[in-house]
């Protein structure tokens, strides 16, 4: 059974482990950390828990459904991997147990790519190793056709998750999975790969404060141009130097500029390693920075993009979001975004690459309490 409750801001949660009840009013606080190229996490603090439980809990499926008003929802699906149960003689009991508050730890679907392997990963491209993985974990994956081999990647004690993340930072992507998808995306392509929702800010001159999803409670940025650097890099390739300039952007507004440029050397096995290094190494520049907390809105994941407005300054427009932490109480909701760009605020946008949008699966499916995709699919996108 799954449990439900709402709040005058049209909040609802539900949770259900392994498809048993847990009470609605015994939940606390509920929290959903997502965060690019990191497995997604989240927590329950549980008040009154049954003793026995602590030890029954630890590995079963979990899902969490929360959402605030008609379109921002979210639906975690993972495991339960820690117990963190609290007594306090004075308090005495609570629902008959000695336990007055336990917070339940949670990894996503992907958890069970956390064991460390070594092997070595030879002449493999980037969707050939999604795709291995993916059918590893009974996942589905959506992937650019980046053509770029790796000759020899070592994966020396690492999970099969941290190797993926590697392939994809090194050209320039990021990782991030919804239930049993994971989804590899180029930073650039987010407005319309990933999507876009907006961040509602209190103008100088007008406008209102309101209490509604993505309304800006507290704003605080760092803008700087010193990140934003071309790159020049010298490459030793068979005993002969290869210089690249690379200057790329995301063309989310009006590009930041720099007055100085970074000149780099390493060695490369190919042309196309020096390339693909460079690229890499541009998709992590993104010199403005900012935190947000705003009223909640658990359908902003990592990669989609937000359009900030009524600030009536460089800084509005769009920015991409590399994480977000949605916490749900009892009668309120916020979320914490973290937010990076690489332009100005500007009428002219036009991003630099397009890709089309994540596919829309089915609903994961429960076999012998592990999250599986319903249907095989890997989607090589160019």
Same mark, same amino acid.
């Given at each position: 059974?799954?449990?439900?409750?709402?709040?005058?801001?049209?909040?609802?949660?539900?949770?259900?482990?392994?498809?048993?009840?847990?009470?609605?009013?015994?939940?606390?606080?509920?929290?959903i950390?997502?965060?690019?190229?990191?497995?997604?996490?989240?927590?329950?603090?549980?008040?009154?828990?049954?003793?026995?439980?602590?030890?029954?809990?630890?590995?079963?499926?979990?899902?969490?459904?929360?959402?605030?008003?008609?379109?921002?929802?979210?639906?975690f699906?993972?495991?339960?991997? =820690?117990?963190?149960?609290? &007594?306090?003689?004075?308090?005495? %009991? /609570?629902?008959n #147990?000695?336990?007055?508050? !336990?917070?339940?730890?949670?990894?996503?679907?992907?958890?069970?790519?956390?064991?460390?392997?070594?092997?070595?990963?030879?002449?493999?491209?980037?969707?050939?190793?999604?795709?291995?993985?993916?059918?590893?974990?009974?996942?589905?994956?959506?992937?650019?056709?980046?053509?770029?081999?790796?000759?020899?990647?070592v994966?020396?004690?690492?999970?099969?998750?941290?190797?993926?993340?590697?392939?994809?930072?090194?050209?320039?992507?990021?990782?991030?999975?919804?239930?049993?998808?994971?989804?590899?995306?180029?930073?650039?392509?987010?407005?319309?790969?990933?999507?876009?929702?907006?961040?509602?800010?209190?103008?100088?001159?007008?406008?209102?404060?309101?209490?509604?999803?993505?309304?800006?409670?507290?704003?605080?940025?760092?803008?700087? =141009?010193?990140?934003?650097? &071309?790159?020049?890099?010298?490459? %030793? /390739?068979?005993? #002969?130097?290869?210089?690249? !300039?690379?200057?790329?952007?995301?063309?989310?507004?009006?590009?930041?500029?720099?007055?100085?440029?970074?000149?780099?050397?390493?060695?490369?096995?190919?042309?196309?390693?020096?390339?693909a290094?460079?690229?890499?190494?541009?998709?992590?520049?993104?010199?403005?920075?900012?935190?947000?907390?705003?009223?909640?809105?658990?359908?902003?994941t990592?990669?989609?993009?937000?359009?900030?407005?009524?600030?009536?300054?460089?800084?509005?427009?769009?920015?991409?979001?590399?994480?977000?932490?949605?916490?749900?109480?009892?009668?309120?909701a916020?979320?914490?975004?973290?937010?990076?760009?690489?332009?100005?605020?500007?009428n002219?946008?036009?991003?630099?690459?397009?890709?089309?949008?994540?596919?829309?699966?089915?609903?994961?499916?429960?076999? =012998?309490?592990?999250?599986?995709?319903?249907?095989?699919?890997?989607? /090589?996108?160019?």
């Open positions: 059974m799954i449990t439900s409750g709402a709040s005058s801001l049209e909040l609802k949660f539900s949770v259900s482990i392994d498809g048993g009840q847990l009470d609605y009013s015994s939940i606390q606080i509920v929290k950390y997502l965060q690019e190229n990191m497995h997604n996490l989240a927590s329950l603090e549980v008040a009154g828990i049954p003793p026995e439980y602590l030890s029954v809990y630890l590995n079963l499926p979990i899902v969490i459904r929360v959402g605030v008003g008609a379109i921002g929802s979210y639906t699906y993972g495991y339960i991997y =820690n117990m963190a149960p609290v &007594s306090k003689n004075k308090d005495g %009991l /609570v629902n #147990s000695p336990f007055q508050t !336990t917070t339940i730890n949670c990894f996503g679907a992907t958890y069970p790519m956390r064991g460390k392997k070594t092997r070595s990963w030879e002449h493999y491209t980037l969707p050939q190793i999604a795709k291995e993985l993916a059918n590893k974990y009974n996942l589905t994956v959506s992937v650019p056709n980046d053509p770029f081999v790796f000759s020899r990647l994966q020396s004690e690492k999970t099969d998750w941290e190797i993926l993340v590697e392939a994809a930072d090194y050209l320039g992507y990021r990782v991030w999975s919804d239930a049993t998808h994971i989804d590899i995306w180029d930073p650039y392509a987010a407005l319309s790969h990933r999507g876009m929702r907006n961040l509602y800010a209190m103008s100088a001159n007008q406008g209102s404060v309101k209490s509604r999803p993505g309304q800006v409670i507290h704003f605080a940025s760092q803008v700087s =141009n010193a990140l934003k650097t &071309s790159d020049t890099l010298h490459s %030793l /390739v068979d005993s #002969s130097i290869l210089t690249n !300039t690379y200057n790329d952007a995301s063309g989310m507004g009006a590009t930041v500029q720099s007055i100085f440029q970074d000149e780099i050397a390493e060695n490369a096995v190919s042309v196309d390693m020096s390339q290094a460079l690229k890499g190494r541009n998709r992590n520049k993104f010199p403005i920075s900012a935190s947000a907390t705003v009223v909640g809105d658990p359908s902003i990592p990669g989609m993009v937000v359009d900030l407005q009524k600030y009536e300054s460089g800084i509005d427009g769009l920015w991409l979001v590399k994480s977000a932490q949605h916490e749900m109480f009892r009668g309120s916020m979320s914490y975004l973290e937010l990076v760009r690489d332009t100005f605020a500007s002219n946008t036009y991003p630099s690459v397009f890709a089309p949008p994540v596919p829309v699966l089915p609903e994961p499916v429960l076999k =012998n309490r592990r999250w599986n995709a319903l249907t095989e699919q890997v989607y /090589v996108y160019a």
